[in-house]
């Protein structure tokens, strides 16, 4: 099963480290982590998608929990979160496959961002799943390179993460 | 508010905070402060190695309940406080340690004395700090002892470039703390402990497990009157030792693979187990089963600890001493004790006319009764003394029950007699493990530390000996300390007292030369080392 977790920390230095290194200390598997800054300056915010159970989502959430830099965790449900990633990816391009790479891309709602005379640059939003189908159908063009910023989430309707810590998210 | 530089104001702060005595080495990164300590009335104990500073500290806040302090310089120094930190965390002791750092501009170019302290230490420390705005120390030094003195303790580290001890700032010490991300929860929530109670209610086997929370939270009151009420035996960690006094009559002795049979037996037969401020780690366990027919309560104010090792059915995060007042309030009264038949097969030791640890270890605890402290350090003599040393009140059985750190026993027994100089402090070691830290000889002679130091001389380090004994059949390797030097001479040479212990007759008089003798004293016991961890 795979996790959404949404992290607010302090905008230390170090804090980002300290989290990186629980998860590889503890022996848990993170699929991916993206951090920002939030609407506060003092206050950053991770996005970290865990892989596990149950027992490892609970622990992963107690041991952030004890970092001191850590403010408040919140285990996003997939239904009521808008969940989006960020991808660029390049391929290979040539007269023939060109117009049928940018109709793909099209179908996907996804941006051409640069093109040179053997290559295509293209970039897509949104959740993993879609980042994947398009990935798959480039892939008979030959991808040169991907890059992926790993998923930022946030809950949909008025719902926040303030930072008040309040019992129901213990 | 006045002026003054960072490094004065770190003295401040340390008075602020209560701070009578710190264990330290000082170097070139770290002279501001030592300078700045000069001029207070702080008294500061030069070790022999930085390691031996946070042990010091260590014995220090675990007498005394206070926040044990340590300094070291950059590089080496820091390096050298790192096991002394590992040992702090796993067993919970609010330390902060300072320590010098090179210029904030030379930061992370590998120059002289460099070392990322705060990144090596960051796994085992409850929270560290690099401190680069010199505006921030006063908030930080007391965000520190707070971190350190609250909630789960431990120890926290604090890194300060040399140029920043240097710098001028306006002296004024913040009136609260908030630290959005840090609120310890004491209370436990009212609901769990109903369930709890009646759980315990209607059990027919209960039994409680107390680990160092226990003692650490100061709940020993609180456990004695819930085991009493409701006749619940009482087993232990290693940590959780004193949690209760061991001759109390519910007291089955401690758990696991180097725990006692009744302990062990009790935690198998229980359908109900009551766990208090423990982790519950392999050792303790041992090759028990947890079953499905068990029920488990888990106490602790540690979030992250329930749930981590065994399965719980009622948790309750919080204080050991609020959570059990508050079930107390709650509990009824319970007549039969379930446990007397696996205490009646308490195990008699072999009675011979050689010279066994036990003998020994049951002839302080007779000379002295129970009136110690005690510090231990790691190996078959630590289990000896858990097993065989009456232990009358919590916080008096002091060892490295977590990370099992050879080498605590000494300095931890010096730390301990400056947290409480009206007690007798008496450290039971090993000659392996004496050998690693036994340079704090020369801080007891500078010191005049007036501690008993009861050493097992089995000329093997005895605990992995055994090991090799049963599990490799007999094929030895490095555990033979040939080599040792002579103890009494090597004692005579930092100008300590000395004895040598060979046989059971001279006993009761040895000890008794040891107690009346007034300054540091060390007894060595010749030991063979085909003498079992567990007879
Ligand atoms: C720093 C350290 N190194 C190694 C060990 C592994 N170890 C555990 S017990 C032990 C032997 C201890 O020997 P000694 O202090 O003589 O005590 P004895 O077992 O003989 O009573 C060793 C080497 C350890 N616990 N700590």
């Known amino acids: ?170 | 508010m006045a002026k003054m530089t960072v490094a004065r104001a770190m003295v401040e702060v340390l008075k602020s905070e209560g701070v009578e005595i710190i264990f330290g080495i000082p170097g070139a990164a770290i002279y501001p402060f030592y300078d700045a300590l000069y001029s207070s009335d702080i008294k500061h104990v030069l070790v022999r190695t930085e390691q031996a500073a946070v042990h010091e500290a260590s014995g220090y806040a675990r007498t005394t309940g206070k926040v044990g302090v340590c300094v070291a310089t950059s590089g080496p120094g820091a390096t050298n406080l790192i096991t002394g930190i590992a040992t702090a965390y796993m067993d919970s002791v609010p330390i902060v340690a300072i320590t010098g750092q090179v210029n904030s501009s030379l930061i992370g170019k590998d120059v002289f004395q460099e070392v990322d302290i705060t990144g090596a230490t960051a796994p085992f420390t409850k929270h560290n700090y690099l401190v680069k705005d010199p505006k921030k120390i006063v908030r930080i030094l007391k965000e520190a002892f707070y971190i350190a003195s609250t909630g789960r303790r431990g120890p926290v580290l604090i890194d300060v470039p040399i140029d920043v001890q240097m710098q001028e700032i306006e002296f004024e010490i913040p009136k609260e703390i908030d630290i959005p991300g840090y609120k310890p929860k004491e209370k436990g929530h009212p609901l769990q402990i109903k369930r709890a109670v009646e759980a315990i209610e209607n059990s027919k086997r209960p039994v409680v497990c107390s680990g160092g929370g226990v003692i650490a939270s100061g709940a020993s009151e609180e456990l004695r009157i819930l085991v009493e009420k409701q006749k619940i035996p009482v087993i232990s960690t290693l940590m959780g030792i004193g949690c209760i006094p061991t001759d109390h009559p519910y007291y089955l002795g401690m758990i696991g693979s180097h725990g006692q049979k009744e302990a062990n037996l009790a935690l198998r037969q229980a359908d109900l187990l009551i766990v208090i401020g423990a982790r519950l780690a392999d050792r303790a366990l041992g090759d028990t089963k947890i079953t499905d027919n068990m029920k488990i309560i888990h106490i602790d104010i540690d979030p992250a600890e329930i749930g981590k090792n065994v399965d719980t059915n009622i948790p309750i995060v919080g204080d050991a001493k609020q959570v059990l007042s508050e079930i107390n309030k709650r509990i009824s009264e319970r007549k039969d004790f379930w446990a007397y038949e696996i205490k009646a097969q308490k195990k008699v030791l072999p009675d011979d006319d050689k010279l066994h640890p036990y003998d020994v270890l049951k002839e302080i605890s007779r000379a002295y009764n129970g009136d110690y402290i005690i510090t231990t350090d790691v190996g078959q003599h630590q289990i000896w003394a858990a097993h065989n040393l009456y232990i009358k009140k919590p916080g008096t059985f002091i060892t490295s029950g977590g990370l099992g750190t050879m080498g605590y026993g000494i300095p931890a027994a010096i730390g301990a007699k400056f947290g409480r100089p009206d007690k007798e402090v008496i450290s039971i070691t090993g000659d392996g493990s004496f050998q690693m830290l036994l340079q704090e000889l020369a801080t007891i002679k500078r010191e005049q530390v007036p501690i008993k130091i009861v050493l097992f001389n089995n000329t093997r380090l005895g605990m992995v000996y055994e090991l090799q004994k049963k599990r490799c059949t007999g094929r030895f390797i490095a555990t033979c300390l040939d080599g040792n030097p002579d103890f009494m001479i090597l004692a005579k040479a930092y100008g300590i007292e000395s004895m040598r212990l060979e046989s059971k007759e001279k006993l009761k008089e040895a000890i008794e030369i040891m107690k009346i003798h007034d300054g540091p004293f060390l007894l060595e016991v010749v030991t063979s080392p085909d003498e079992p961890t567990i007879p």
Not at chain 1, 22 to 40: C, P, Y
Not at chain 1, 61 to 78: A, E, M, R, Y
């Open chain 1, 1 to 170: 099963m795979k996790y959404t977790l949404s992290v607010l920390v302090e905008n230390h230095p170090g804090v980002l480290s300290r989290v990186a290194g629980l998860f590889s200390r503890r022996g848990f598997n993170i699929d991916s982590l993206a951090v920002g800054v939030t609407e506060d300056p003092t206050i950053s915010r991770m996005t970290i998608v865990v892989n596990g159970d149950d027992y490892i989502v609970e622990q992963v959430t107690k041991q952030l929990n004890k970092l001191i830099d850590v403010i408040k965790i919140k285990k996003l449900n997939p239904k009521e979160a808008v969940e989006r990633e960020l991808a660029l990816i390049k391929v290979n391009a040539n007269s023939q496959t060109r117009s049928d790479i940018i109709q793909i891309t099209e179908i996907f709602r996804a941006n051409i961002v640069d093109v040179s005379k053997e290559t295509l640059t293209i970039e897509i939003s949104g959740d993993e799943d879609k980042i994947e189908a398009l990935i798959e159908l480039l892939k008979q063009y030959g991808i040169r390179e991907v890059v992926r910023t790993g998923l930022i989430a946030i809950e949909r309707g008025n719902k926040v993460i303030s930072k008040s810590k309040s019992e129901e998210d213990e």
